[in-house]
């Protein structure tokens, strides 16, 4: 007799205010498995207000697995001032361990580029740890070029507050 595999249920949905919560749990295990927890400290009042409050800042995916919360991407749009056109960038990836394999990275970024294609994006881009050789190479899968030229530049905290009360003079 053979015994019949039925493949998981896989959806993609738009986040809502009430995945707030498991968004927020989905950031505190990106941020362990990059190593950066100490970074991650938004609230779910900070959530809230930037994902679904007045003037949103992001947008969410979440992929579930038969129901369960498996996987999200975090996005935004910005601007090219060269192309003439808003591009669509990827804040964030993570699918939990136990449903990698699945193929829901690859159906979550196939979304994004399909969502930034129907909205006129110039581009789709994002940054990647320089050590995550995994997600590398899944980029490269997909079709994605390294930009080597350019390197990310940032001011947070004391030093953004620092740079804020400069005086221009």
Known sequence: MTESIT??????????????????AFVRELAEYE?????????EADMTEQLFGARPAAEVVIAEVDGQPAGFALFFHNFSTFLGQRG???EDLFVRPQ???LGLGKRLMIHLAKLATERHCGRFEWSVLDWNTPAIDFYRELGASPLDEWTVQRVT???LKALAARDPR
Do not use: C, K, M
Request: proline residues 8%.
């Open 157 to 159: 905290g004391d030093a």
């Open 7 to 24: 493949s998981p249920n896989v959806e993609l949905r738009p986040a809502t205010r009430a995945d707030v919560p498991q968004i927020l």
């Open 88 to 90: 669509l960038y990827l």
């Open 99 to 101: 449903y990698r394999g």
């Open 35 to 43: 190593q950066l927890v100490h970074e991650a400290v938004a609230t």
